[in-house]
Structures are given as C-alpha cells and as structure tokens.
C-alpha cells in the first residue's frame, strides 16, 4: 500500500492517502514511515478487509477512521488537503533508523550478549561477538570491497561489511561468505506480514558440496552447519535491516518457526531422476553454474505415511495442495517420491508433473474466496472482469475451480536421504535464482 502510495505521489503528482487494516498500520513499521521517500498518510479500518460483505465495507466507509477518530471522509479530505507538519517535513535519517557507530564500546563478553538482546539484534539465541579481527577475517572470503552495496531498504544500506558482520554473527565461516552475500542480496525479504510468512533458502550447483550445504538424510533438520548458519545469518540481516522489532516492525500474529533457518537447503541433484533437471537448471542456469534461490510463502504441509499403488503420490499432493493459498506453490520430495513418479507413473520431468499438478488441483470457488489472501489479490482482477477470475467470482459457491493457473509457478525441489516416500507441499514461490561466482 506505502509503494502505490508513494508512486501516485512521487510520479503522478497526485494527493494520496493509504488506506489500511488498523491492525498493520498501528505499527507503524520502518516501510510504512521511511521507505517512500515521505511519510504517508494513513487512514485505518478495522480488520477484516478482505471477503466482508458491501454492507460491512460500507459501514468502514461511513464510520470513523480509526487513527485519527473522524468520520471516515473527513479523515480522508483532511489528509489529501492539510499542509504538511513539521514532522512531515523532516529530512534525512529518522532517529529509529539512525545508524549505529561502526565500533561499539568495549565491554565484557556478558553485557555485550546482553546489549544485543536489548536492541534485539539477534534471534535470541547468542551470537558470535562480531569483532574487528573476526570481521577482518570474514572479508577475506570475497574480493568485493567492505563498502560495496549488497541491498537496500529505502535508505537503509547492507553494505559487504555489515553482511560480513552479520555473518560472523551467525557462525559462518570465510568459505561460506560468497554464498551468503549472494543471498542477502535478497535481504530483508523476511516473510513479515500479519499472517506467518517465511523464505525458503535452496542452492544448487558445486557449491553445495564444496561448502557442505546438506541436501540428504535429514536435511531439514539441524545437523548441517552450513545450512543452520546460512539460513540464521539471513534472519539476522532481516530483522537488523528491517527494524523488525517486536511489536515495532514485526507483527506477524502468530510467527513462523521457519524463520530461525529460513528452510535453507540444498537439494539432491545427484538423485534426480533422469530427466530432471535441478530447480536452478529449470530457472535457466546451466549446471555448473552455483546458485541460490530465495522464496516466500506462508504454508508448509507435512506428508505422513508412506505412498501407496492404490492412490499414487502425485494424487495425495494434488489434495494437500487444495489447502495452499492461491496460485504458486514449491513441492519439496524425497528421492524416493521422484522415483516413483518419473519411473512407475510416467512423470518424465518436473515440468510434466507441474502441469499435471496444475490441471488437476481444484477446489470449490467458495473455499478460495474464503481465504482473505485470496480475496485481496484476486478480487480486484475479477471486478475489472479479468478472467478466470471474474468468472470463478460468479460461480457457485460449490463449482470447482483450478487455481494454479499457471503450472510453472510449481516448483519441485528433489531433497532428502532416499529413504521414505514423504514429502512437503508449500505455497513458497520462488524469484529468480542468484549466482554466487560474481561474490567471491
């Protein structure tokens, strides 16, 4: 909302207001005040937005804004028409994202764990006390320059440095630099929303077992220490970068465990079936090439049980995935799945089953109305008579509608110890893969 806001203002000249749950505009987080280039005006309504019926969005619209306490319309002229204040008015770095000193104070091993609770940069776990020598250090992984620009958020900069510093944070090692710049280039995409949002960290390429990033036995689980140090210095870099502070930045109303690692994996190449071609191979890359990709979702459903002739694995993810939110969605299996598949059911590559998957995945158009991510994304398409939205908007409550409307938006991810037919239906969706070579 703070973007469209920001671009009707900047590029069109227009007067705008954003408008907005009371529920995400409370908080107002680093993005909504300073990553437009102007604090934006907020006017608020109560939450739920999304799948209410006109008469509950009429009443928001005849009630009183929720910020100010005005009726709603007057609320909204007196943003678009009332001179700036003094603090509308400010320039340069706000107080709260104001940077640190490079050099903090010397202090006991204690009260600098400590202080950095306090300022909450880290997941509260203990971090690894960045100093100058261990920085230096870190450096020495890569030839890029400590002041070099990884990423920004508004006017918030990573700089090579601050990665390097985040990195000894998290324990990684010189060797593991590359590939962690490579993925905060991506930083802060920290999955913060009100709903449980998370990233999925995935490399393929040599890299994997140069750096011993696991993609076997286990490899969602804690026994891999490039993949824990990876994916926790992505958690480090969100949550320092984005201001995500409790109940400041960070208002997700339930979390995601998955943010302590970030679901960063690397997967099986070597037990992909014949004809499969890793995720970054279907992105474009060649093989030899190292990547990582960085995806976003909300969902993560965990198979139980093994596969069975009498209704074959593709069948059960086809009905797991009736539960994912709308249009994208990555299934993450064991070897032993993909071998099933390509080998008795005929699935001779990922995108064969992609498109499987995508004609056959249907749910009743009342139950993807139902979901308010659904309704906020999709409503306005449908309303402009977009299709298939404007037609599913028409349907039956009961009609069963396809939502995957494009099947290459299904990834598959081969990972796992080969050992039992199980696997993970997620609505992450992936961007495209980062090379990690040109960070060395």
């Known amino acids: 909302m703070s973007r469209f806001a920001r671009n009707l203002e900047l590029e069109g000249r227009i007067p705008t207001v954003g408008a907005s749950a009371v529920n995400v505009v409370k908080f107002k987080d680093y ?49 678009l028409t009332a001179p700036l204040t003094a603090e509308e008015k400010r320039a340069g770095m706000p107080p709260a994202a104001a940077p640190e000193p490079r050099l903090l104070a010397p202090g006991t091993e204690d009260d600098l764990q400590r202080l950095f609770k306090e300022r909450e940069w880290t997941d509260f776990l203990p971090v690894v006390l960045p100093t100058e020598k261990r920085v230096a250090a870190m450096l020495r992984g890569t030839s890029r320059k400590p002041e070099e620009v990884v990423s920004r958020t508004g006017s918030r900069e990573l700089t090579v440095e601050k990665a390097a510093v985040y990195a000894v944070m998290a324990g990684a090692r010189p060797e593991y630099f590359p590939a962690i710049l490579a993925t905060l280039t991506q930083a802060p995409s920290f999955g913060n929303s009100t709903s449980s949002m998370a990233n999925m960290i995935v490399f393929n390429g040599p890299v994997r077992r140069r750096l011993g990033i696991h993609s076997g036995t286990d490899v969602m689980g804690p026994f891999s220490e490039a993949n824990s140090v990876i994916g926790r210095t992505f958690t480090l870099a969100g949550k320092i970068l984005g201001d995500l502070r409790l109940n400041v930045g960070a208002y997700s109303t339930l979390g995601s465990a998955l943010q302590y690692n970030n679901l960063c994996i690397a997967e099986n190449e070597e037990l992909l079936p014949a004809g499969w071609n890793s995720l970054s191979v279907e992105m474009g890359f060649k093989p030899e090439e190292d990547v990582v990709s960085v995806g976003i979702g909300w969902s993560y459903i965990s198979s139980v049980g093994e596969a069975q002739s009498a209704h074959p694995p593709h069948m059960l993810i086809r009905d797991y995935m009736r539960s994912l939110y709308g249009s994208a969605a990555t299934i993450v299996m064991d070897p032993t799945v993909a071998g099933l598949l390509r080998d008795v059911h005929g699935f001779k590559s990922k995108s064969e089953l992609g498109r499987w998957l995508a004609d056959n995945v249907e749910v009743a158009a009342s139950t993807f109305w139902g979901n308010g991510v659904n309704t906020t994304a999709s409503m306005p398409m449908a309303l402009q008579g977009l299709e298939p939205f404007a037609g599913w908007m028409k349907a039956p409550p009961d009609t069963l509608i396809k939502p995957f409307t494009n099947a290459r938006s299904i990834q598959v991810i081969v990972a796992g110890g080969n050992i039992q037919t199980t696997w993970f239906a997620t609505d992450f969706r992936f961007g495209r893969g980062i090379p990690i070579t040109p960070w060395k």
């Open 31 to 79: 993005e909504l005040q300073y990553s437009n280039g102007m604090p934006i005006r907020y006017v608020a309504v109560p939450f739920p937005v999304a799948g209410q019926p006109r008469s509950v969005h009429r009443a928001y619209v005849e009630g009183k804004d929720l910020l100010s306490g005005k009726p709603m319309m007057r609320a909204v002229i007196d943003a």
